[in-house]
């Protein structure tokens, strides 16, 4: 449309010299006509709008432009004192000092200026203040048809947004930007405005200015944008363009007026920089809103399976999935806690249950949609077998537990195969074992939907050697000494099959109880050797004495003791004096039975460890002639109190703070009881190897408390150290000794510079376990005297936190007892769970004898054989130490490192297919993935969905080298589920599912 241009100038003065000589054009362009009316003709009033657009378009009578507009022709006079396509505008007359609204072009030629715009869009007018102090305050534009001619200067005086002060203001300042609100407002009833806000910059007379515009400043993704630029102003010219579109692409533009499409939703900051022939750059931004449809994305979510037996493995499918424009992202729920952000991800199920599975699709507006499935996940039943006992003599009698068995839906079946030839279909049987071996005794139970679950149990059933038990009467006497034996309390767990008797004077016997008659004189050690039904053989003697008629009689012994029973250390007064012979007793011999001895008549002893003595008293006669007698003396232990062992990894990091401490290995004589954890944080645990997490920071000394059955206890600490995250960490004290071990006097290199902190150590606190302490990092220190220390370093750093490592130290007197050297070995040393490994530790030695071996095997197992033998049945890496202890209880360590793998098993991969069957033909394919070339099929079996065996195949008759794969007859089978067993040499059945539909 055509528009009327009214200013409010500044008049700064009363002479016309000081009148006001503002500037204003349109740059050039095709859709904008500006031009001015002769004010002092009829033109210069025009009727309407129409006459003014016929007369731009035809004659152009009483049309002035400016001169140097592109739109002056030949019939055209340019008018007005401006140039370059400038108006110059003026106001004359008034007051000084003041604005007043003015429509007319300079020097009196009294041209009323219009603009005519052909088409809608955006439009830059620019405006040149050419003297100091002159300023245009306001600018009115209405529309010719809308308003007519005379738009009043009270009209526009009284416009709200026209008013203005009546005194001097300062103009806009150079190289500033304003934001501005232009509001229209028509005089409609009722009255109608809109808003548009943008930023205006003011430049110095002649600057740079960017003029970024776009023919859309908002639209639906993707959008895009005709950008322009080549309206930004500059005297010397405009010469580079650099548009930055800030879209996260890092894309950019050298184009004047570049075409840019935005594919994201969002709010841009376009940015353009122009410059100009004298170096100077200038940057101005235009926003650009890009918004979406608000129509929702459609989520699908589809999987080709539904029900499976765990692990059932789904590949889910969101392919279906909509949207109008992109779906910008995917939230699988799998219902059992997991999640995935794939499109079409795979996921295994591994317990039993009813899953809902949600799909959340969400497009590039953000809006979500959400589709579900349900999972049916089913479980073969798991077999639990317990068995009491697992071990011991034949006939041995075992009670099997199957009932804690579990399934989903229930078991409806026992079956159990003892290993000896016998089975029960009972939950919890018992069965009896009468010969010896080892029995692997396998449970299969069924559910409901014929599924089928194994677990197996090995028993133990040994033979004891039998005990043999020789008595004779009598035992001494005169030639010819009739004599009866009885070997009829010999005793066996199987029974006795043979008796065999030496008499000792070449005579035997095979009879039970025999009697046999010594003809000669002298010593016999009659020997019975009793043999059970397997083989199995136990030895017991007597001693024979056979005199000649009249001569010398065996002595008769005889024992006393006072006490015969009391706690250790007990003092007992032996008495042999009882003792009687025809001659005489030359000798008395005591065996205390503890590896102590006694010649004395009426020694004392003292036993100081609890236990029953079976004590012996041997007397002989002048002519060597012997007899024997037996005491008993039982001997009650003190109870020691336990030793609390507490020991915690790890010991110091960041909160939280999960540390997992051991109490098990605290011991006792008749055993720990009870354990007691206080982490130091006011929290507790009864359990021996608990495991806490400390939340906050700081130092936490965690006691453990053990008691035994008699109320004893002990107590062991265990000091832990919590730091902030990312703060100080404790230190790691390390503490090495050379030499460890030698004679008084002993001289010790100790070594803690090894010790470590992530901020600085700063003290080194030694205690060498005799009385003596040092402060250096590397001390030496000599022992003059023969013992075990424990050295404890401590180590603080600059925080205060601090860590302690220990050393043993063992001197000997010189020339006395030095410490034994522990060698521990292992063969094999890896190899695949079970893994049996032999172990040797007789190659320790010591310089008078070691007297006990203790091993751990590093999986809560231990042994006091010197050379054990030891399963592991877990795959791992085990740290094997062996302990020996010499004579006067010095103890030296070796370790020796077991890893055991994983047993390797075939994963067998069966697939039915097609599934329903048959197939054309009438048959149903299985065909295998997945298995090693030395596992063989032996056979397939059938079963319907009772659990009825069908039919079974041999396997290698059903392979059809054609397919690769395995064909079982289905044609003849009526239609439902079906339970395919496949049997292989070396491993577990593959279960699969079937449904026949014929």
């Known amino acids: 449309g055509v528009y009327r241009f009214n200013w409010k100038n500044f008049f700064s003065g009363p002479t016309p010299a000081d009148e006001n000589d503002s500037w204003l054009r349109f740059p050039n362009n095709d859709d904008v006509w500006f031009f001015g009316i002769d004010a002092s003709t009829p033109e210069g009033d025009p009727a309407n709008e129409a006459e003014i657009i016929a007369n731009l378009q035809g004659a152009q009578s009483e049309i002035v432009f400016p001169i140097g507009s592109s739109r002056i022709t030949a019939s055209t006079t340019p008018d007005g004192a401006g140039a370059d396509g400038y108006f110059k505008v003026y106001r004359s007359a008034g007051t000084s000092e003041t604005y007043d609204w003015q429509a007319r072009t300079s020097d009196n030629n009294d041209h009323n200026i219009y603009v005519w715009f052909v088409n809608p869009g955006t439009y830059t007018m620019e405006v040149s203040e050419r003297s100091s102090g002159h300023a245009i305050d306001r600018m009115a534009l209405y529309k010719v048809d809308t308003y007519g001619y005379n738009y009043s200067t009270t009209i526009l005086d009284n416009a709200p947004e026209s008013q203005g002060g009546s005194t001097y203001i300062a103009g806009a300042a150079a190289n500033s930007p304003y934001n501005v609100t232009v509001t229209v407002t028509d005089d409609g009833d009722p009255v109608s405005e809109e808003s548009i806000d943008f930023v205006w910059h003011v430049g110095e007379s002649g600057d740079l200015i960017a003029v970024p515009e776009a023919d859309v400043v908002t639209g639906i993704v993707p959008l895009k944008v005709n950008f322009t630029g080549s309206n930004s102003l500059d005297d010397a010219g405009v010469i580079s363009y650099l548009w ?82 992109v779906i910008e992202s995917y939230a699988w729920d799998f219902g059992d806690g997991n999640s995935s952000i794939e499109a079409n991800p795979t996921y295994t199920y591994n317990d039993p249950g009813i899953y809902t599975v949600i799909l959340t699709v969400t497009d590039i507006e953000g809006l979500t949609s959400i589709d579900e499935i349900t999972i049916t996940v089913t479980q073969s039943p798991v077999a639990v077998v317990t068995a009491t006992p697992e071990a011991g003599n034949a006939p041995l009698e075992v009670s099997f537990t199957g009932s804690t068995s579990t399934d989903d839906e229930g078991i409806v079946s026992y079956a159990w195969d003892f290993g000896d030839g016998n089975t029960s279909t009972e939950a919890d049987p018992t069965n009896t074992y009468n010969t010896s071996g080892t029995y692997d005794v396998v449970l299969t139970v069924t559910d409901g939907e014929g599924l089928t679950g194994t677990d197996t149990i090995s028993v133990t059933v040994t033979n004891d050697a039998p005990v043999a038990v020789v008595l004779a009467t009598p035992d001494t006497g005169e030639t010819p000494l009739e004599v009866f034996f009885t070997g009829g309390g010999s005793t066996d767990d199987a029974g006795i099959v043979s008796y065999e008797w030496d008499f000792g004077d070449g005579n035997i016997s095979t009879e039970a109880d025999p009697t046999h008659t010594y003809t000669d004189s002298g010593n016999y050690i009659a020997e019975l050797t009793v043999t059970d039904a397997e083989g199995e053989t136990g030895v017991a003697t007597v001693l024979i004495q056979v005199t000649e008629p009249g001569g010398n009689q065996a002595p008769v012994a005889m024992a006393n003791a006072n006490p015969t029973e009391g706690q250790a250390p007990l003092p007992v007064i032996f008495d042999g004096s009882g003792s009687t012979d025809d001659v005489g007793i030359a000798s008395y011999v005591w065996d205390f039975q503890d590896g102590t001895t006694s010649s004395e008549i009426n020694p004392v002893k003292s036993f100081d460890e609890g236990g029953t003595y079976n004590v012996t008293l041997t007397v002989m006669d002048n002519e060597g002639l012997t ?78 408390t053990v008691s035994d059955a008699e109320g004893l206890t002990s107590t062991d600490t265990v000091t832990i150290q919590v730091t902030e995250v990312g703060g100080n960490q404790a230190p790691v004290a390390v503490a090495s000794a050379t030499p460890e071990s030698g004679d008084a006097p002993l001289d010790v290199a100790f070594t803690g510079s090894d010790s470590t902190d992530d901020v600085v150590i700063v003290s080194y606190a030694w205690d060498f376990g005799d009385g003596n302490t040092s402060t250096e990092a590397d001390p030496t220190h000599t022992y003059n005297t023969s013992g075990t220390y424990d050295v404890v370093l401590t180590i603080t750093d600059a925080e205060g936190l601090t860590s302690t490592d220990t050393v043993t130290i063992q001197v000997a007197e010189v020339g006395g007892n030095q410490a034994p050297l522990a060698v521990a070995s292992a063969t094999p040393e890896s190899g695949d769970a079970p893994l049996e490994v032999a172990f040797t530790g007789s190659n320790s030695t010591d310089d008078i004898e070691i007297v006990s071996y203790a091993w751990d095997f590093g999986d809560g197992e231990t042994s006091t054989e010197m050379n054990p033998t030891h399963t592991y049945n877990e795959a791992g890496t085990y740290t094997v130490e062996l302990t020996v202890t010499d004579a006067e209880g010095v103890t030296d360590t070796d370790s020796i490192t077991i890893t055991v793998s994983e047993e390797e098993t075939d994963d067998i991969v069966g697939v039915i297919a097609p599934n329903p069957a048959p197939d054309v033909d009438g048959y149903a394919n299985i065909q295998l993935s997945q298995m090693s070339s030395s596992t063989v099929l032996t056979y397939i079996h059938l079963h319907d969905s009772t659990g009825k065996l069908v039919g079974t195949f041999d396997a290698s008759q059903a392979y059809y080298e054609n397919t690769d794969s395995y064909r079982v007859p289905v044609s003849t089978l009526r239609n439902g589920l079906y339970y395919v067993t496949i049997e292989v040499d070396n491993g577990d059945p593959i279960e699969l599912k079937l449904l026949v539909r014929n």
């Open 627 to 704: 007899d024997i007698a037996t005491i008993t003396i039982v001997v009650s232990a003190v109870n020691q109190a336990p030793v609390a062992v507490a020991s915690a990894t790890p010991e110091s990091g960041d909160a939280p703070l999960e540390v997992a401490f051991t109490g098990s290995n605290s011991t006792d004589d008749d055993g720990v009881v009870s354990y007691t954890w206080d982490f130091g944080d006011g929290n507790t645990s009864m359990a021996a190897d608990p495991t806490h997490t400390y939340s906050a920071s700081g130092t936490y000394a965690a006691e453990l």
């Open 244 to 325: 930055s579109f800030n879209d996260g692409t890092g894309n950019t533009s050298t184009e004047a007026n570049p075409t840019y499409e935005f594919s994201e939703i969002g709010t841009y900051i376009v940015d353009l920089m122009v410059g100009d022939g004298d170096g100077n750059f200038d940057t101005k931004s235009i926003t650009i809103e890009v918004t979406g449809t608000g129509i929702p994305p459609i989520a699908v979510a589809f999987s080709g399976v539904t029900e499976g037996e765990a692990p059932f493995q789904v590949n889910f499918d969101s392919n279906n999935s909509t949207d109008d424009l």
